[in-house]
């Protein structure tokens, strides 16, 4: 039952330039969350949109979130070697799953130093 | 800072075994989740919890089982264990305060090998 899809799959940028990823997702949604794994690690939590709010920003992250067109990007500003990971989106739809978390397939990111 | 913690980050496992994978986590969360992650396939969901001894079946819940006895506890159980389970076992919990949603945090993961 995956519902969101990143794109791109895989993303190879120079430090200091800035990562813009993106995730479509199918059906309507309460919330949707971008998460992060390091190679071989647990996912780490990074910020967390409802579906009434356009924008949000945490440090250098910007999550955007379009209902309309069902997608949302994360724009990573001012990348470093340590951003390299695997950025995942998930939604929450009541509607449809309940209180699980929906993921894609994640964007591999690697940043050059 | 909320911990969740799992009982191994290496497992190797031969067919047939009876397998306990254990999750802990000490922030009172109502949620606990066990998912699945193998490359290409993304994170699938196949236990979730809403509270002490309650249960429910995600997306691939074929030959495993869970158990929660304790609100701070979730254990994975592989019945009998198969070379098509070897992969990266991830342990999440959360509230569970209504419908917004909330994060999940997530254990380091447990690599099982199964052979």
């Known amino acids: 039952s995956q519902q969101g899809e990143e794109d791109p799959q895989a993303l190879s940028i120079q430090e200091g330039e800035n990562a813009t990823m993106n995730c479509s997702y199918k059906?309507?949604?309460?919330?949707l969350q971008w998460y992060r794994q390091n190679s071989g690690r647990g996912l780490v939590h990074l910020i967390l949109?409802?579906?009434?709010?356009r924008e949000k920003h945490s440090g250098r992250l910007r999550v955007t979130l379009d209902t309309s067109k069902k997608s949302s990007s994360l724009l990573i500003t001012a990348s470093r070697a340590a951003d390299t990971a695997s950025y995942f989106c998930a939604t929450v739809s009541w509607q449809e799953y309940g209180n699980k978390l929906v993921f894609g397939a994640g964007t591999i990111l690697r940043v050059k130093s | 800072d909320v911990k969740v913690t799992q009982s191994s980050r290496y497992l190797v496992k031969r067919t047939g075994e009876k397998v306990f994978l254990e999750c802990v986590q000490d922030m009172d969360h109502e949620n606990m989740f066990w998912y699945r992650q193998d490359p290409g396939l993304g994170l699938r969901l196949i236990y979730f919890s809403y509270d002490v001894k309650m249960k429910e079946k995600g997306d691939i819940p074929e030959g495993y089982s869970v158990s929660r006895e304790k609100k701070e506890r979730f254990s994975l159980i592989l019945e009998s264990a198969s070379t098509n389970q070897t992969s990266m076992y991830l342990c999440?919990?959360?509230?569970?305060?209504?419908?917004?949603?909330?994060?999940?945090?997530f254990g380091p993961g447990t690599r099982l090998t199964v052979t």
């Open positions: 999440a919990s959360s509230f569970n305060r209504g419908r917004s949603g909330y994060e999940q945090y």
């Open positions: 059906t309507s949604i309460n919330n």
């Open positions: 949109i409802r579906s009434n709010e």
